[in-house]
């Protein structure tokens, strides 16, 4: 049936996104540390898994689709239906509990993608700034000491 191919589809979602997870932590880890070799490994590598996400992704809401438009052909906006609710009564109830709690992992997933991302943007930012400082007290005003300006 659809939904344990769903099922199947979350799961390898979720192994992907704690894959991506733990890719993103890697750079922050490059990043604090200034390896730039990490930092472009784990890049090259978070791209990889950004095409796994995205093609399960895609499968992902294919088979939504194909579910909700068997069930429910006139039912409207279909992308922003909770799919565990809108199934109550159709598929077994211990199928409907383990996509909630896949549905509530995803969610926590990507919760903790984008702060990490976040928390990555702020370092390149800083990092930024900190190597634009030094390289204007460096080759900048010639009177200034390197001390003297904020770092």
Do not use: C, W
Request: proline share 2%; glycine share 4%; net charge positive.
């Amino acid at each position: 049936m659809d939904i344990s191919n769903l099922l199947t589809i979350y799961d390898r979602q979720l192994v992907n996104l704690k894959q991506l997870l733990g890719i993103v932590t890697e750079k922050r880890n490059a990043l604090i540390s200034s390896k730039y070799e990490d930092f472009e490994i784990a890049s090259r590598k978070e791209e990889k898994v950004l095409m796994l996400v995205q093609t399960t992704e895609k499968q992902r809401g294919l088979l939504i689709e194909s579910i909700l438009g068997k069930h429910f052909p006139n039912l409207p906006d279909r992308t922003k239906a909770k799919l565990s609710t809108v199934l109550r009564g159709l598929v077994p109830q211990r199928d409907l509990e383990r996509l909630s709690v896949l549905e509530a992992a995803t969610r926590a997933m990507v919760t903790a993608l984008s702060e990490e991302n976040s928390h990555n943007l702020f370092l390149l930012h800083h990092l930024k700034t900190f190597y634009n400082d030094v390289m204007q007290a460096l080759i900048g005003n010639k009177r200034a000491a390197i001390v003297d300006r904020k770092v």
